[in-house]
């Protein structure tokens, strides 16, 4: 990874111009985030959990994500690392209060948020970015996370 943050973001951001794409990628790319790591959350650990009761699958996403960001900014990190938390609370807390399976809503979710991203990508007339390069699915986020840097006045 030898891009820089503002490198990964322009590049990011190339197919991300029209407006109601951006709208969508705003709802759309937290809700992908939030459901990908409560499916993975929600895939049995099977004989792992004898030796490490407090793993589950979402905790690779977030060490290899983690990594990632780290590379890219120690502040977009931290972002994403806050942004993780608050998903893991809502995971843990629909897990043990929700109606129904997390994982039921979770895949539901998934996919009509991917459909959504498409329906974006349609409307802007370019596709996805991580077709090009699948390290694009982690800038997805962060580059959500910068504008509300750049608004806040945060450097990363």
Aim: net charge positive; with cysteine; charged share 10%.
């Amino acid at each position: 990874m030898s891009r820089t943050a503002d490198e990964w973001f322009e590049a990011y951001g190339h197919s991300h111009k029209n407006g109601l794409n951006k709208l969508i990628h705003w709802v759309c790319v937290p809700l992908i985030t939030l459901t990908l790591l409560a499916l993975l959350w929600a895939i049995p650990t099977g004989p792992i959990a004898t030796f490490a009761p407090w793993f589950n699958w979402a905790w690779v996403l977030i060490a290899i994500a983690t990594v990632f960001y780290l590379r890219l900014s120690v502040p977009i990190a931290l972002g994403m690392l806050a942004a993780t938390a608050v998903a893991i609370v809502l995971i843990v807390a629909w897990e043990r209060h929700g109606p129904i399976p997390l994982w039921q809503v979770a895949l539901v979710l998934f996919v009509l948020a991917w459909i959504g991203q498409f329906v974006g990508h349609k409307i802007e007339g370019e596709k996805p970015s991580f077709l090009e390069d699948i390290q694009f699915l982690l800038v997805g986020p962060a580059w959500l996370l910068h504008f509300i840097y750049r608004k806040l006045g945060i450097r990363y």
